[in-house]
């Protein structure tokens, strides 16, 4: 089975500084796709970034960046630039296509004004 | 337009009493999931619709657990004689269709927070 490991619990950063998340994750499988979702206090899951495992090249969305290791299945978000919004839990989580995602345990992120 | 949304919003119940949590997805998105995320923790599949039918329930964690989707559009998930256990947030997230091996990007709900006292 397939299991994704988040192995910080809670991070924090100042405002404006960069932060990066851990992500691991294990698979048999050569075709899957590796997402970060955010989770703010109202519970809406919201899509942050994604990744095919087929690209090499490393998913960006503005200030959001991850840097994929496919071979040491790694997967880690990096925010840019840290704003007080970005405040939330992060899931790191994992699928092959038209099935059921499988989320880490999160991580929760503090912005220190 | 309207994105997924779930009722009720917060349930409390007593341990042994029977619940309903009700999903309306987004219009036209024939695949719908639900997952359960414990306080602290992230969430963990239950069940997902291809359009009425239930083509993965195999994260329900027992028969107490049942859910529907009769027209291929609103599920109901259902939990019979709930328990202490039984209480988190339940998920629903609807995608444009979940056949095939690409990939829809899958949709969440606010969540219904279940008590069991």
């Known amino acids: 089975a397939q299991t994704v490991t988040q192995s910080q619990p809670e991070m924090s950063v100042q405002e404006a500084e960069t932060v990066t998340l851990s992500c691991t994750y294990d698979?048999?499988?050569?075709?899957?796709?590796l997402f970060w979702y955010k989770q703010p206090p109202s519970r809406q899951m919201i899509l942050v970034i994604r990744?095919?495992?087929?690209?090499?090249q490393n998913a960006t969305e503005n200030r959001f960046s991850v840097n994929f290791q496919k071979a040491a299945k790694s997967f880690s978000l990096k925010i840019s630039d840290s704003q007080l919004g970005d405040a939330a839990m992060y899931f790191c989580?994992?699928?092959?296509?038209?099935?059921?995602?499988?989320f880490g345990q999160g991580t929760r992120l503090t912005i220190n004004p | 337009g309207a994105g997924v949304s779930q009722t009720p919003s917060n349930k409390v119940t007593e341990k042994g009493k029977y619940v309903e949590l009700r999903c309306d997805p987004i219009?036209?998105?024939?695949?719908l999931y639900w997952y359960r995320q414990s306080l602290g923790q992230g969430p963990e599949f239950l069940i997902y619709?291809?359009?009425?039918?239930?083509?993965?329930d195999s994260g329900l964690p027992n028969d107490r657990f049942f859910a529907v989707r009769p027209e291929g559009s609103v599920s109901t998930l259902k939990i019979q004689r709930t328990e202490r256990g039984d209480s988190a947030v339940y998920l629903c997230?609807?995608?444009?269709?979940?056949?095939?091996?690409?990939?829809?990007?899958?949709?969440f709900g606010p969540g219904t927070r279940l008590t069991v006292l």
């Open positions: 997230a609807s995608s444009l269709t979940g056949a095939g091996g690409s990939y829809n990007e899958q949709f």
């Open positions: 698979t048999s499988e050569s075709d899957y796709y």
């Open positions: 990744q095919e495992a087929y690209k090499q």
């Open positions: 989580a994992y699928t092959q296509g038209a099935q059921k995602l499988v």
């Open positions: 219009s036209g998105h024939t695949a």
């Open positions: 619709f291809q359009g009425t039918g239930a083509a993965d």
